[in-house]
Nanobody
Framework: VQLQASGGGMVQAGDSLSLVCAAS????????MGWFRQAPGKEREFVAQ???????DLADSVKGRFTISKDNAENTLFLQMNMLKPEDTAVYYC????????????WGQGTQVTVSS
């Protein structure tokens, strides 16, 4: 599955942004879809995922602020980010993992999110 992330930008602390990940190549109904981020000088970290069953997991750092959702009909994954903080600044990547896999194998190109204080 090919992924294309978009929606990043530069905002101020407290603002909101919506990220979108469009999938092509095959339907992602049988995939767990997730968002990860990588800040400068840091490892890529998990942000949120929605499993092929529809179960949702969120990193503790974004609980209560970020919402992940998907539209199976449109093969699109969303990340609604509210109450953004400067520490949310990173390149955000969407990823896909088939239901039989234990690791993410497909990645989008990343979209930059910059939050100023």
């Amino acid at each position: 599955v090919q992924l294309q992330a978009s929606g990043g930008g530069m905002v101020q602390a407290g603002d909101s942004l919506s990220l979108v990940c469009a999938a092509s190549g095959r339907t992602f109904r049988g995939y767990t879809m997730g968002w990860f981020r990588q800040a400068p000088g840091k490892e890529r970290e998990f942000v949120a995922q929605i499993t092929w069953r529809g179960n949702i997991d969120l990193a503790d750092s974004v609980k209560g602020r970020f919402t992940i959702s998907k539209d199976n009909a449109e093969n699109t994954l969303f990340l609604q980010m509210n109450m953004l903080k400067p520490e949310d600044t990173a390149v955000y990547y969407c990823g896909a993992r088939s239901k039989l896999a234990t690791v993410y194998s497909s990645w989008g190109q990343g979209t930059q999110v910059t939050v100023s204080s």
